[in-house]
Structures are given as structure tokens and as C-alpha cells.
């Protein structure tokens, strides 16, 4: 399993579904804006509207405090752990255990985000429906239904960081068999978002022979900063996991033999010579790996002591089971770097029972940049 990220900083109003559910302070800020808005948009600001203002923003975060459970309940279905549920400045979101990750679990916890809105909408309506409320509730009400459509559609545009961006990439991950090619469309789907809001913004209003709106554009340009750059994030991330995909331990081990530890400088070179390698990993009694060297340091051995050199003298330890398989790749390989990486320097590669290589775990931190 991989390690939790750290707690994210912010107020802890609880637990729910096993997981922290953290109000950043900036969510207030946000929720003070939306209702000074909200109060000014109908004319003078007054101590009713703006309490109809402060009502209409704690829905807002609420309904998406709502979208963030669907998705700690859609994870939790599949058995992952929920570790955080958290509202930001300009939303939410929720944080699980993403190991072993799979298409169908990756696009069903995103869906249901979007999903849980329409839901929301869908039961103020009904209630509009009985005709049991009027006056200010239903107005309430009437906006609510309005505010989770628009939130469903939003969420919904097949771009990441959208949770419709999350469930394009699994498509794409499933069709492909790549999860890397998924992100990359999903990425690209984000940025054409982020153009297409400000293009609407500017050209909807010119299509319509009206004059620019000043709010629009200063919203549509806020809301691009947002998405172009989380677009942009991922699809960097993308470009490393599409590494991390192609990489494995038989592309960049060095070629090596395996000899065992009573063997003199000479033996060894010839073994190595023979198998054209340019390592050698000194076996103990057992056959484990318990060192290695590559061969061009024997060279400083004088050529009439070579035959009376033991290996002692030029092997460099390698811990004992800092063994892998030359068919380790990808998550795996990362996995690995990762338990290994501050205790060896080096990795003994086997085919099987035989040793075929050496990887410097510093070239394989390399090739993952």
C-alpha cells in the first residue's frame, strides 16, 4: 500500500465514514464573499438580503460538502479506505486509497460527484412539486435546484481537474489498457475547457450583438486560472506515469555475471568476458548476492596478480535480498525503489535463478524524472 499523504492543514469538524472532514479557513472567506454577492444582486445591501445571502452560500457548500460524501461513499464501496473530506476555497475534495487503482473504481467514485447533485436538485424540485412552500423558502428552494444543476454540468465537462475529466481518463485508461494515455486526453479535455469558458464568456455576448460584461470576463478569466494550470499539473504528472509505464528493470540494468566468492580477479574477468558483461555479482555459499563490482576496477590489478587477488579486494557489498527480477516494471519497480532506496546503491537482477544484471538505483530514479 502506499503511504498516506499528510494530514491536510485546516479546521477538524469531525469524522465520517472514517475519514476527517477538515474545513480550510479560506472556505469562510469564500462563503462571506458568495453572500455579500448573493446580497448585492438584487439592488442595496440590507440586513435581510445579506442573511438571504449567508443562507444561499452555506447551501452552495453544502451541496458540494454533499458531492464530496457520494464520493467517500462510492470509494468505501469498493472497500478503499477514506481518509479526508475536505472543503476548500473553491470546493472540495476527497482523499482515499488509490493503490491497485482500476478504470471501473476510478470512474464510478468520480461520476457520483456530479450524480449526487442532480439528486439534490432533484428532491427541492420535488418539493416545489407538493406546493407546501412558498414565499422565501421556495425561492430558496428554486435556487437550489438551479445551483446543483449548474454544479452537475460544471463537474461533469470531460476535463481534468472535473470529476468528468476523471471519468474520460478512465475511459480512455480502460479502451488503451494505459492509464497514462487516459490522463494525458483527460488533461488536454481540461485546457480546452478552461479556452472554451473564456471564449464563451466573450463570445457569447458579441454573438448576441450585447456589450461585454466586465463580472463575466473577470469570472470566466478566475475560473480558467483555475482549471489551465490543474490541467497543466496533471498532465506533467502524466508524462512521468507514462515513464514509469514504459520503464522496467531489463531496459536499464547493466549486463553482469554472477560468480562466486572464492573466485580470483582472473576467473572473474574471464567469466566476464566470456558473457560480455561489464558487472560482476560475488555470490556467498548460499548463491545470495553479496556484492558486486564493475569490471573495469580490476584493471588496476596488476595483470601477474590477478590470478592471486581474491574478490575481497575489489567488491563493493550489496545487502543481503537486494535481488529483483528483470521483469520488474512500472508500479512495481516504483514500489520496490522505494523500500530500497537509503539502504543499497545498487540492485542484483536475476533471470529466474540467474544473475544477468546490476541497476544503480540512482539510474532508475533517473529515467523516472
Known sequence: MMDAPPPTKGIQLGHLLGARVVLQPSTLLMIGLLAWIFASGAGDVTGRTLAMGVILAVLLFASVFIHEVAHALAARGFKREVREIVLTLWGGHTSFDSTDMRPV????????????????????????????????????????????????VFNALPGIPMDGGRVLEAI?????????????VAAWGGRAVAVGVVLYAIGGPLS?????????????????????????????????????????????????VGV????????AREAASTLSAREVVVLSADSAA?????????????????????LQAVTIPVPRGAEVQAALAGDDLVRSLREWWGRTDVWVVREGDAIVGVVPLS?????LK
Open 105 to 152: 473504481v476510478h470512474a464510478v467514485t468520480a461520476g457520483v460527484g456530479p450524480l449526487m447533485n442532480v439528486v439534490i436538485a432533484g428532491v427541492a424540485q420535488a418539493v416545489l412539486f407538493t406546493g407546501l412552500v412558498d414565499g422565501s423558502a421556495a425561492a430558496v428552494l428554486a435556487w437550489l435546484v438551479g445551483s446543483n444543476l449548474l454544479l452537475a
Open 172 to 184: 480512455v485508461w480502460a479502451a488503451t489498457k494505459s492509464r497514462h494515455r487516459g490522463t494525458v
Open 208 to 256: 448576441r450583438g450585447e456589450k461585454l460584461d466586465v463580472t463575466d470576463l473577470v469570472f470566466a478569466g478566475l475560473i480558467a486560472s483555475i482549471l489551465w494550470p490543474a490541467a497543466s499539473a496533471a498532465l506533467k504528472y502524466s508524462q512521468m506515469m507514462g515513464r514509469r509505464e514504459d520503464l522496467s528493470v531489463r531496459k536499464i540494468m547493466v549486463p553482469a
Open 260 to 267: 562466486r566468492y572464492d573466485m580470483s580477479v582472473a576467473e
Open 290 to 310: 553479496a556484492g558486486h563490482f564493475p569490471l573495469t576496477i580490476t584493471d588496476e590489478v596488476p595483470a601477474d596478480a590477478r590470478a592471486a587477488t581474491s
Open 363 to 367: 539510474a532508475v530514479l533517473e529515467a
